[in-house]
Nanobody, 128 residues
Framework: QVQLVESGGGLVQAGGSLRLSCAAS????????MAWFRQAPGKERQFVAA???????????YYSDRVKGRFTISRDNAKNTVYLQMNSLKSEDTAVYYC??????????????????WGQGTQVTVSS
């Protein structure tokens, strides 16, 4: 079992930055792919970024086109934490952001069904 707790959300003006954190329990954190999804009111959950095992040693980061160049996903296995640095925020980034863990692949990482564990979500609101 893996438990995930997000933090770092809040209200920020357009053009500003926020860093989300996701703290995970469990000894096998490093072996999981980690991802961030978001869901705006009335919309489906949307892939944002993922960190997937590349060769058993390193990870590869994937991003949706909507956030590429503005958001950065990273992880600290010693702290069992994954981060999402969000820069140049736009009003359309407003959503509840969810952290997820799973054993996905380089092909299916964008699918929410690939992830077994989810956090409770943290609200990000970007004012224009």
């Amino acid at each position: 079992q893996v438990q995930l707790v997000e933090s770092g959300g809040g209200l920020v003006q357009a053009g500003g930055s926020l860093r989300l954190s996701c703290a995970a329990s469990g000894r096998t954190f490093s072996s999981y792919a980690m991802a961030w999804f978001r869901q705006a009111p009335g919309k489906e959950r949307q892939f944002v970024a993922a960190h997937v095992w590349n060769d058993g040693i390193t990870y590869y980061a994937y991003y949706s086109d909507r956030v590429k160049g503005r958001f950065t996903i990273s992880r600290d296995n010693a702290k069992n934490t994954v981060y999402l640095q969000m820069n140049s925020l736009k009003s359309e980034d407003t959503a509840v952001y969810y952290c997820a863990a799973g054993r996905t692949t380089h092909t299916n990482y964008q699918q929410a069904s690939e992830y077994d564990y989810w956090g409770q979500g943290t609200q990000v609101t970007v004012s224009s």
